[in-house]
């Protein structure tokens, strides 16, 4: 069986800044409301960019990053949750941008942990040998899901994407993974797309289908743009992300002190703050993008990913956990050792 590696990454954000007051123009809101509730200074929000753009824009760098052809490539995952379009899915639209003629392409929706099982399922992929090289993108258009009159939500949430390009190797770098779901918890964080509407369905049917006995519609509103229990959700987080991380670590025989640089979901500054606190770890080793990108779902694993590649921090031998959290609820660790020749 073959083991996996790292070998490179990439990201692209849109050219626009959106500033905190830029926002205080927009609903009731200031400048230090949020920096002090989540980190948040700015964020990057599409003008002229699509997902698609900016997906094959970051898997261009992954590419040259890893010193590999679109050619070499054997699989596409792209994890996101706000696509161009349903059909053809997002992956596909990055293979054919990219001349990747050989992969086959599938999107992953997972919410914020979607590039977290994304890059587990290319571990699998790879170390089952299905695949040698396989692309994995984490790219999110929130802006076009966000409600901008809604002061809890739109404040939080920016544009991106990110890339990762993972390989067969002889040496282990990608050592294990903790990934669970809690489906019960899932109205905390919600967005209705559609209602179901058939000419087979009686006026009544679709009541009863869309609206009435829709028991989630007694807690959350029945919105079209992205709905958060925030509190609820935070406490989810700071509980979860260290739990899974220690699982993950126990059945690897490892400990906090062993890991070299986090790298966690970039939804509050104050989650990460209460992370490392609950994990007795100095918060030096946890990277923090959310300042400049916000909360940008999918796409903020990958982006704090590869600032910190690029950062020159990482030394061969170092140890990464990297962990994303979100709607579903869903949560996921996986861990990662860098090689010599990584
Ligand atoms: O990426 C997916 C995972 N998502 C997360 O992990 C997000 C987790 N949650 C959070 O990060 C935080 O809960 C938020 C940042 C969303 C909210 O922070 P909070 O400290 O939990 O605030 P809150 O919702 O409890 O609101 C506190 C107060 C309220 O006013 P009252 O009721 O105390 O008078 C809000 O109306 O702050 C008010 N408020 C605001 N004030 C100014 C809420 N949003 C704003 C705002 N500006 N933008």
């Not at 626009?16 to 990057?44: F, P, Q, S």
């Not at 404040?155 to 770098?173: E, H, K, T, W, Y």
């Not at 126990?250 to 209460?274: K, M, P, T, W």
Request: with cysteine; glycine share 8%; aromatic share 8%.
């Amino acid at each position: 069986m073959s083991e996996v590696k790292l070998l490179g990454t990439g990201s692209s954000v849109p050219e626009k800044i959106v500033t905190n007051d830029d926002l205080a123009g927009l609903v009731e809101t200031n400048d230090e409301w949020i920096r002090t509730r989540t980190g948040i200074c700015r964020r990057h929000i599409v003008t002229k960019e699509t997902l698609t753009s900016m997906s094959v824009e970051a898997s261009r760098r992954a590419l040259e990053a890893a010193g590999i052809e679109p050619m070499d490539l054997d699989m596409i995952i792209v994890a996101t949750l706000t696509p161009d379009e349903p059909l053809p899915n997002a992956s596909s639209a990055v293979q054919k941008a990219l001349g990747a003629h050989r992969a086959f392409c599938f999107d992953l929706s997972a919410a914020c942990s979607g590039f977290v099982y994304a890059m587990g399922c290319a571990a699998m992929y790879i170390k089952g040998g299905a695949a040698r090289h396989v692309l994995v993108i984490g790219a999110e258009v929130l802006s076009k899901i966000v409600d901008w009159h809604d002061r809890k939500t739109c404040i939080l949430f920016g544009d991106g994407a990110g890339a990762a390009v993972f390989g067969s190797a002889s040496q282990p770098g990608f050592l294990g993974m903790d990934m669970g779901t809690d489906g019960w918890r899932g109205n905390t964080l919600t967005m209705f797309e559609r209602d179901m509407d058939n000419p087979f369905m009686t006026e009544a049917q679709k009541n009863a289908v869309n609206m009435e006995s829709d028991e989630a519609c007694k807690i959350r509103p029945r919105s079209r743009y992205v709905y958060m229990d925030g509190p609820e959700v935070f406490k989810f987080a700071v509980k979860q992300v260290p739990d899974s991380i220690h699982k993950l670590l126990d059945a690897q025989g490892l400990s906090v002190a062993d890991i070299d640089h986090f790298v966690l979901h970039q939804a509050n500054y104050r989650i990460i703050e209460s992370v490392a606190k609950r994990l007795k770890v100095s918060l030096d080793k946890f990277i923090i993008t959310i300042d400049e990108y916000g909360n940008t779902s999918a796409a903020s694993v990958p982006l704090a990913l590869d600032e910190l590649m690029r950062s020159g921090r990482v030394r061969p031998g170092d140890r990464l956990m990297i962990s994303g959290f979100g709607g579903g609820l869903t949560w996921g660790s996986v861990l990662w050792q860098i090689q010599d020749n990584d």
